[in-house]
C-alpha cells in the first residue's frame, strides 16, 4: 500500500488521513506500507502522529512501514523526533 501526501500535513489534515490509512489497512491488510512525502510542502508534529498510528497498525498485522521522498521541511521534523529508529526514511534531498 501506499499512501502519497501533498501540500501541508497539519492537525486538520491529519485527523483525517489516520481515518483513511486505517480504514485501508484494516480492508486490505497490506504487508507493507509506505507513505510518500513527495509533494509534501510542509509538516508539523501532526504528521508524526500519523507517522507512529500507521506503524502501531502496521505492527499489529505483522506488516512493514517506510517514509520515501521527504523533502527539506519534513525531513527535519522527522529528523527532531528520531523517527528513523523505528522506521527506514528516504530523501529527495541530494547529497553533496
Known sequence: MRVFFEGELDHHAA?????????????H??????IDFGKLAFMDSSGIAVI????????EIRGKI???????????????AGIDRLI?????????
Not at 88 to 96: Q, S
Open 66 to 80: 517506510s517514509v520515501e521522498n521527504a523533502g527539506k521541511q519534513p525531513l527535519r521534523v522527522l529528523d527532531a
Open 15 to 27: 485527523k483525517e488521513a489516520v481515518g483513511v490509512i486505517e480504514s485501508n489497512i484494516n480492508a
Open 52 to 59: 507512529l498510528k500507521t506503524y502501531r497498525r502496521m505492527n
Open 88 to 96: 527506514k526514511i528516504t530523501t529527495t534531498l541530494k547529497e553533496a
Open 29 to 34: 491488510l497490506p504487508k507493507s506500507c509506505v
